[in-house]
């Protein structure tokens, strides 16, 4: 029996949409959970794509209500960088695509 990786995913950007969500959902063995974006419109575009059923516009309610084993926060680091400190003080398994500095 093979273990699933739940992942919740802040982020529905381009770059998330054309790398990061089929990258992930073409692996067997990880669930994108939820899904958490500002951008409304991005959210349900994104969700609907890949078939996620939870949805945010708050990364923190997700994180609490969902209890991923991890998060990708995909973004530029001048906006994401409070997301992902917050996300390791949380001691949340953190993946992200940029070098951690701003």
């Given at each position: 029996m093979t273990e699933t990786t739940r992942i919740a995913m802040i982020g529905a950007g381009g770059m998330a949409n054309n790398v990061h969500y089929p990258s992930l959902a073409s692996f067997a063995d990880v669930e994108i959970t939820a899904i958490c974006d500002l951008d409304v419109?991005?959210?349900?575009?994104?969700?609907?794509?890949?078939?996620?059923?939870?949805?945010?516009?708050?990364?923190?309610?997700?994180?609490?209500?969902?209890?991923?084993?991890?998060?990708?926060?995909?973004?530029p680091p001048h906006y994401m960088y409070d997301i992902w400190v917050w996300s390791l003080q949380q001691g949340l398994n953190l993946c992200i695509e940029k070098p951690m500095s701003i």
């Open positions: 419109n991005r959210l349900q575009t994104t969700a609907d794509k890949y078939q996620v059923d939870k949805r945010y516009t708050n990364y923190r309610q997700m994180v609490e209500e969902v209890a991923p084993d991890a998060v990708y926060v995909i973004g």
